[in-house]
C-alpha cells in the first residue's frame, strides 16, 4: 500500500471526521487541523486531547507509511507531549517522523505548529508493532 491509500483509509476514520483533521502527502506526512470553537476547553483554548490526537496521528501515519508494505502496522503504546504554548482559534499543522522503527516496537517524534510556525507542543510515541490483519490491504 502506498501513502495515499495510507492516507485515504486512515483519514475516512469516524474520529479524523469528528475533529475535522486532514492528512497532507508530501516527502513526510504532516496532519492539519483547523482549530474551532468545538476544540476548545472551558479556558478557551484548545483541549489538549485534540493536540494530542493531532500529534499522535502524524507520528503514527509516518511510522504506519513504512510498515504497511512489509504487511505490520503499529498501534500506539505511549504518548509523551509537551504543550509549549495554547492553541487558539486558527490551522495547526503536525509534522513527524520516525526515530527508531523495529521489530515489535517504533518511536516517533512530532511537532505542532501554528500558522505563524511558532512551535506549540512536541511529542514522541512508542507504537507497538503488529501484523496487519487485513484492515490496511
Given at each position: 500500500m502506498d501513502a495515499e491509500r495510507l492516507a485515504e483509509k486512515v483519514?475516512?476514520?469516524?474520529?479524523?471526521?469528528?475533529?475535522?483533521?486532514?492528512?497532507?502527502?508530501?516527502?513526510?506526512?504532516?496532519?492539519?487541523?483547523?482549530?474551532?470553537?468545538?476544540?476548545l476547553q472551558a479556558l478557551g483554548v484548545a483541549h489538549g486531547g485534540v493536540i494530542a490526537s493531532v500529534l499522535d496521528s502524524a507520528i503514527g501515519l509516518n511510522i504506519n507509511k513504512e510498515l504497511v508494505a512489509k504487511k505490520r502496522v503499529a498501534v500506539t503504546s505511549q504518548l509523551n507531549v509537551h504543550y509549549l504554548k495554547p492553541v487558539t482559534l486558527g490551522k495547526i499543522r503536525a509534522t513527524a517522523k520516525p526515530i527508531y522503527i523495529g521489530s515489535k516496537v517504533a518511536v516517533g517524534f512530532g511537532e505542532l505548529k501554528d500558522e505563524n510556525e511558532d512551535t506549540l507542543a512536541v511529542a514522541t510515541a512508542t507504537f507497538y508493532i503488529r501484523e496487519d490483519s487485513g484492515i490496511f490491504q
Open positions: 483519514g475516512s476514520a469516524p474520529w479524523y471526521k469528528l475533529l475535522g483533521m486532514k492528512i497532507e502527502l508530501g516527502d513526510t506526512i504532516a496532519i492539519v487541523l483547523e482549530v474551532q470553537e468545538k476544540h
